[in-house]
């Protein structure tokens, strides 16, 4: 506030005695009610300002303290998680509902072709025919077919049948972003 002329009238009291101007709300105040407008402004500024400012910081500590479990955000990203997780058990499920059919379908046709040579065996055996080249072609066979059900049961990584997937950016399939206020 300034001090402004004698010819002003006080804002309050209507005396000419008003020596102090408030550049603000554009009155006039005596020495008496100047003070009184310093109060009333010291009130304004503790009921509007500091009053808001500390509810402002309450809040500020209430959120840190319950480590926004409650917002709206967090339930979102649990509720992501678990689809996301149910995606992941249902993709597991369909390939290994896959490999077993794959496992049974190669282990079906093993044991047609065993059969084969289960046949071609008792009926050799049953008129004693025995000729070198028959008995040369069905060890074969029956090695390729040991190959075979080795290769199925074994656990070998240069002829997976697992095809692993590592071209997700789990960095990016869920994130968060500040977003700009315009």
Same mark, same amino acid.
């Given at each position: 506030?300034?001090?402004?002329?004698?010819?002003?009238?006080?804002?309050?009291?209507?005396?000419?005695?008003?020596?102090?101007?408030?550049?603000?709300?554009? %009155?006039?105040?005596?020495? #008496?009610? *100047?003070? =009184?407008?310093?109060?009333?402004?010291?009130?304004?500024?503790? &009921?509007? @300002?500091?009053?808001?400012?500390?509810?402002?910081?309450?809040?500020?500590?209430?959120?840190?303290?319950?480590?926004?479990?409650?917002?709206?955000?967090?339930?979102?990203?649990?509720?992501? %998680?678990?689809?996301?997780? #149910?995606? *992941?058990? =249902?993709?597991?499920?369909?390939?290994?509902?896959?490999?077993? &059919?794959? @496992?049974?379908?190669?282990?079906?046709?093993?044991?047609?072709?065993l059969e084969?040579?289960?046949?071609?065996?008792?009926?050799?055996r049953k008129?004693?025919?025995?000729?070198?080249?028959?008995?040369?072609?069905?060890?074969?066979?029956?090695? =390729?077919?040991?190959?075979?059900?080795?290769?199925?049961?074994? &656990?070998?990584?240069?002829?997976?049948?697992?095809?692993?997937?590592?071209?997700?950016?789990?960095?990016?399939?869920?994130?968060?972003?500040?977003?700009?206020?315009?």
């Amino acid at each position: 506030m300034a001090t402004e002329p004698d010819s002003n009238l006080c804002s309050v009291c209507n005396k000419l005695s008003a020596k102090y101007f408030c550049t603000e709300c554009t %009155k006039h105040f005596c020495a #008496k009610h *100047v003070k =009184e407008h310093e109060q009333q402004l010291s009130i304004k500024f503790d &009921n509007e @300002i500091v009053r808001s400012n500390n509810e402002l910081l309450a809040q500020i500590h209430k959120l840190k303290k319950s480590k926004f479990a409650s917002s709206d955000l967090f339930t979102k990203i649990q509720q992501w %998680k678990k689809t996301t997780i #149910k995606k *992941v058990e =249902e993709a597991a499920e369909r390939a290994t509902h896959e490999l077993n &059919n794959l @496992i049974n379908k190669q282990r079906i046709q093993i044991t047609k072709e065993l059969e084969l040579i289960t046949i071609e065996i008792r009926l050799r055996r049953k008129e004693k025919d025995f000729v070198e080249h028959n008995i040369n072609r069905l060890k074969q066979k029956i090695n =390729e077919l040991q190959q075979t059900l080795q290769q199925l049961t074994q &656990n070998d990584t240069t002829k997976s049948i697992i095809v692993e997937n590592d071209q997700i950016d789990w960095n990016r399939i869920i994130y968060i972003q500040e977003e700009q206020l315009n």
